[in-house]
């Protein structure tokens, strides 16, 4: 079924568990993602980033991820990650996404305010959530700007006049975590994490999860996060299964063949993170 996101992750909050939302590439991932729900039951978020939509379009996610939905007897959201202004947040909201992030984190702290503000102006009316991000979540965002250098953590005095401000439906926070690939282990800051949660009533989202251990996940979810991101374990998983096959078969020239085991390996990565969300059997 084909719902949006802001009861999954009301239900994720009351319930003490997170929901998944996971990058989806092209219709291998679409098909893999949504068969790891159905197998755990679980609810799950699909979602997509500029990059991966500038290399399809919006309607063909939309229709990839709704004929996925409406075959499926578990909650499935599609949902913009990283919206890179008011106007491709609008294009994803009229294509039929069921939820949309706008980032503003790049910018001052008052125009981060302004350009989250006028998306939840024009969503919030027609009940559709608004993920807004405040601090900086490091490393580089499919092809956007590297963020290094900067204080890596949200601050939780902002983030309570952030929210009061722009009314989003939910917050991306800075905790410690990089997107892309990890130089040595991560360490999300849980002190800070707790600290923004004691301030804030709505659900908190986690990026740049890929490669952070298990435990610690677990931990920040006690602590508040309600919304779990993962995008490059996924991409690595699918060519490993991909290559792998094209090693054993250098000669296979059907497309099909190499997808399935990288398919397969997409379900097991997802199932997996399913478990240690908590949100197994929470379909």
């Known amino acids: 079924m084909f719902v949006t996101t802001k009861e999954m992750l009301l239900r994720a909050q009351e319930?003490?568990?997170?929901?998944?939302?996971?990058?989806?590439?092209?219709?291998?991932?679409?098909?893999a993602v949504v068969r790891a729900a159905q197998s755990k039951r679980s609810p799950v978020i699909m979602q997509t980033t500029?990059?991966?939509?500038?290399?399809?379009?919006?309607?063909?996610?939309?229709?990839?991820?709704?004929?996925?939905?409406?075959?499926?007897?578990?909650?499935?959201?599609?949902?913009?990650?990283?919206?890179?202004?008011?106007?491709?947040?609008?294009?994803?909201?009229?294509?039929?996404?069921?939820?949309?992030?706008?980032?503003?984190?790049?910018v001052p702290f008052e125009d981060n305010i302004a350009l989250t503000e006028s998306v939840t102006k024009v969503a919030l009316p027609i009940n559709l959530p608004v993920e807004a991000e405040l601090g900086k979540v490091g490393g580089k965002e499919d092809d956007g700007p590297a963020v290094e250098g900067e204080?890596?953590?949200?601050?939780?005095?902002?983030a309570e006049e952030f929210v009061a401000r722009t009314q989003c439906s939910s917050l991306a926070v800075g905790v410690g975590t990089v997107h892309g690939i990890?130089?040595?282990?991560?360490?999300?800051e849980q002190g800070v994490l707790k600290a923004i949660c004691s301030r804030l009533s709505i659900p908190l989202v986690l990026h740049?999860?890929?490669?952070?251990?298990?435990?610690?996940?677990?931990?920040?979810?006690?602590?508040?996060?309600?919304?779990?991101?993962?995008?490059?374990?996924?991409?690595?998983?699918?060519?490993?299964?991909?290559?792998?096959?094209?090693e054993k078969d250098p000669a296979c020239f059907?497309?099909?063949?190499?997808?399935?085991?990288?398919?397969?390996?997409?379900?097991?990565?997802?199932?997996?993170?399913m478990d240690n969300l908590g949100s197994t059997n929470k379909a």
């Open 208 to 246: 740049g999860t890929s490669g952070v251990p298990d435990d610690q996940v677990a931990e920040a979810i006690a602590n508040g996060i309600c919304k779990v991101n993962y995008a490059t374990e996924l991409r690595q998983a699918f060519m490993h299964g991909f290559m792998g096959h094209m």
């Open 50 to 106: 500029p990059g991966t939509v500038r290399y399809a379009s919006l309607d063909y996610f939309v229709a990839m991820v709704r004929c996925a939905a409406e075959s499926a007897d578990v909650p499935v959201a599609l949902h913009l990650d990283h919206g890179n202004g008011f106007d491709r947040c609008v294009q994803a909201i009229r294509a039929g996404y069921s939820s949309v992030m706008i980032d503003g984190s790049h």
């Open 151 to 158: 204080s890596p953590y949200t601050d939780p005095d902002e």
């Open 15 to 31: 319930g003490h568990y997170a929901v998944g939302a996971f990058n989806v590439e092209n219709l291998e991932f679409v098909m």
């Open 182 to 188: 990890y130089k040595g282990t991560p360490h999300i």
């Open 254 to 273: 059907d497309p099909k063949k190499p997808a399935a085991p990288g398919m397969d390996e997409i379900q097991a990565v997802v199932e997996s993170h």
